[in-house]
């Protein structure tokens, strides 16, 4: 839903980058292109940039609506724009869509330069750790050298962590809300099974669909089924969808949809199985497993947080059991081990995961707050 | 795993019933044999005798091993044997085989008799409720008029309250384990991804996958995937599993298993499928779904159990988030609205939902000490 005092029509723009970039696997892309949009004006001093980083399914597409379809509003919509918590009155914003992507950057649907034929399976497995190199090779092209805070929920809480570690000069706000320093072994199970969905259609014919001109839909569909329910509180879903009943007259004793829930998630798995891309999936939720910072210092979070020089924001919600709140508070434990500046927040919220994507007040006014302590750091308040 | 004490070997019996049975669905089933197991001696009076009702995937063998096969130990060899906490040498113990199911009793896989093949996709749908019904006709075949109990766990559960609802007089205690007066939106959104898998599976054939000579395995496994993360803690898994990896040398930028969570959940998946039915899996989910005494009551708990006379024990264990304490205390405030007679405990249990099937110390002292006063009331101890 396009929000009050939303940006209005953002067109989105690419980089591209002919220097090869060697990833955490190992393997190297010879070159990719970053689409990314801009929200706001970077100021001659260069200091006011804000780079928000996706999650899973999102995009560069932060804010605003999309050029080519008035439609399309960005996916938070409700948190960037002239007034509103992150305010592009006063801040550069940068969002860009993550190397692997299937929203414009380089991934599995664009075209091997060597083939002439989509990557398809033939694509890197990329990492956070990737992601954070290519957006800093974005930014020295923007011309910021620091960036005056790095965000993200959920995955994109992750990157911001990640640019604190590795690119320690260059954040000085680092904001990770409803994120974990590393999946657990249920988050893992559950990007597993959605993984074997996908690799079990017979449409998705080993990552080279394309070449068959075949979408594994169904694939896609089931592991977004998945997602879903683990994105939503169990109370939420209660209050939302209960026990009520599709057709009122009662069970169907079939397969057929009974209740409302059902209803609701076959849409949402029919609807992203439109527009996401098999390939990225499988490659997003690896690199979800994949993130452990700690697992580079010993085990030791706190040791693997030794570089980072950032200010952080730790925010988490009370009913996310995707990534709960002690998972947040691993994270604070660790920086306050380390004497870190740290704010920490656990909302009381009633959406589960999403809560992050979500216009709550409570919410967004430490975000608004926190960002005006920002402004007044760089001096764009 | 073989338990000290176990009963050894046993045979399994078979029961015919030859009139038609209506079910729930309103569609009629014109015959249908049940397996069952029992165990100990029914007494003269025929008051000692205790009917165990299985869940999702287990059958009729409940304790002991199967006479042709000394490998294949009963699902709740640890509760039921001599000198268990459900006692062979003072109960008569009867395990049955649920309508629809694939172990034995007629069901999907079973040759439909006007077709000459198997059932199928043509097996009607059964529900908690036709389940009970054919119990008690096997129950009236052993001329066990009355249960001096009846329990089980999970759907195990909601069988034991359809018994003390539905045959007040015959049920002297229900015994209610790891159960839920009714599924929610979560638990509904997970059988419905877990069906949603199987149906699309291009090996279910709309489930004449027999007459292809083809077995859905993918979907099955998938199905059994999802069900698997529900039935362990969050934090069990972490314990059993964490993020250690399968390789050592470290992650493999690929799609195999990195993990040792993903190779379990895998194995278990392979061996599900390799056993269990697909059509009958798909039934017994929509019957948990559909399960719900309430809605006949104008959804209320309380009145729906009015009609009970059974004391009842109500069991839940802390960390299982499948069907959660709070489920089983909305049971216990029901029934303690209608003065009803009650043992609640809560058992803290780290093992999630699959605590009921396990052997701890709390739990199974509980049960025991339940059983010994059942014992003493029937005049069996």
């Known amino acids: 839903m396009q929000t009050k005092n939303s940006l209005g029509p953002v067109a989105e723009q690419f980089a591209q980058f002919d220097q090869p970039l060697t990833l955490s696997s190992g393997q190297a892309i010879e070159g990719f292109k970053l689409a990314y949009e801009t929200y706001g004006v970077l100021r001659a001093d260069r200091r006011n940039a804000v780079l928000v980083c996706h999650a899973l399914n999102a995009s560069h597409h932060v804010a605003g609506t999309r050029l080519e379809d008035p439609e399309d509003i960005g996916w938070w919509d409700n948190m960037v724009g002239p007034g509103k918590p992150i305010d592009t009155n006063r801040f550069f914003v940068v969002g860009v869509n993550n190397l692997g992507s299937c929203f414009g950057s380089t991934g599995p649907t664009s075209i091997h330069p060597k083939t002439g034929k989509p990557y398809g399976n033939d694509f890197p497995l990329v990492t956070v750790e990737d992601w954070v190199e290519a957006q800093a090779l974005l930014a020295n092209r923007l011309g910021i050298d620091r960036f005056a805070a790095v965000i993200g929920g959920s995955l994109g809480g992750m990157q911001a962590v990640e640019w604190s570690i590795r690119f320690p000069k260059r954040v000085a706000h680092a904001l990770v809300i409803a994120s974990t320093p590393r999946l657990s072994a249920q988050n893992i199970a559950f990007n597993e099974v959605a993984r074997r969905a996908i690799l079990n259609d017979p449409e998705f014919h080993e990552g080279a669909y ?172």
Request: charged share 25%; hydrophobic share 40%; glycine share 6%.
């Open 210 to 381: 394309a070449e068959f001109q075949a979408v594994p839909r169904q694939g896609l569909s089931v592991a977004r089924m998945i997602g879903h329910i683990t994105y939503l509180s169990d109370d939420d879903m209660a209050q939302k969808f209960g026990r009520a009943l599709r057709n009122k007259q009662g069970y169907g004793y079939g397969f057929d949809i009974d209740f409302e829930i059902e209803s609701y998630l076959r849409y949402q798995g029919e609807k992203f199985s439109q527009y996401f891309d098999a390939n990225t999936y499988l490659r997003i939720t690896k690199a979800l497993d994949y993130f452990d910072p700690a697992a580079r210092a010993d085990g030791d979070l706190a040791k693997a947080l030794v570089p980072a020089e950032a200010s952080f924001c730790v925010i988490s919600f009370t009913t996310d059991w995707r990534f709960p709140p002690e998972r947040s508070r691993e994270m604070v434990s660790a920086l306050m081990r380390n004497n870190a500046k740290l704010v920490y927040s656990e909302i009381d919220a009633p959406h589960g995961h999403d809560a992050f994507l979500m216009e709550d007040p409570r919410y967004h006014a430490l975000v608004r707050s926190y960002f005006d302590r920002v402004a007044a750091e760089v001096g764009c308040a």
